[in-house]
């Protein structure tokens, strides 16, 4: 192929890319994030809440339509959350198809998570903060020893020891998205942590598309710069929701996102 068939193929490909980039960024205007004393849950309609520590993890079953409400009470938690479709384990979250579909790394209220098989696992409809991280990832011991001179209790080994309670092992373990750590990048690609967007009872409302296992971690975002490690518990509140509206702003924020519904439904037809 000569020079020129080259640079033409480019170039064709750069308007294709374009033009993709566009389409899927034609979405319908996002909301305001809610507020804090916003969206309360009706007591019956709490299926069951809990009290994380700080280092520890926990594991959720939450069934199709439900939600979970996961709150920051202190301002100093991160939440790492990972997920797997119930009746097979083998599809679970995607953060980088969920950033890839919806041309964003930035996951607030209207927005979706998705599986590595395309269907939306978790709706995002209720959050206060929109600081949350689908890109670096939840602590390890190496990055634990790294930031406080020892090895404490991380978001790697916690997703281990919940996945082994769900016969799954180190190769079920995809990487995480971060919930109230607010990281962004810079011009230069290096990425920044903004403290000022902590704050006490910070809260974001998960909506299960799919039957899920849920398993969050309550450990220090590796790029907290807080010295000690941050400490404070996180709670959990498991609730039942109606059905989604026909306007629902997640399911119709994009062509793209539309179709990601439509595919996940089709489980459920």
Partial sequence: MSAESKAERAAANRRRYEELRAAGQELKQLPPPTALDAAPIAEGAIVRSERVPSGWHTTVRLSRGEALRIIDDHGRSSASLLAWRAEDPSERINCADTVKVQ????????????????????????????????????????????????????????????????????RDIPPCVTFFAPVTTDVTGRFVWHAARKRPGDFV????????????????????????????????????????????VCRTASAETSRAYAFTDQLFA
């Fill in 103 to 170: 041309w964003s790394a930035a996951l607030s209220k209207g927005r979706m998570i998705l599986s590595d098989m395309g269907r939306v696992l978790l709706s995002v409809i209720e959050d206060t903060s929109g600081a949350h991280d689908l890109l670096v990832g939840g602590s390890t011991a190496d990055s634990t020893l790294a930031a406080y001179g020892e090895v404490t209790r991380n978001t790697q080994a916690n997703f281990i020891s919940a996945a082994a309670k769900i016969g799954l092992g180190v």
């Fill in 205 to 248: 409302d998960l909506r299960a598309e799919m039957n899920l296992i849920v398993a969050v971690s309550n450990c220090a975002h590796p790029l907290d710069p807080a010295r000690p490690v941050a400490s404070a518990p996180i709670t959990l509140i498991q609730h039942r929701l109606p059905p989604p509206a026909a306007d629902d």
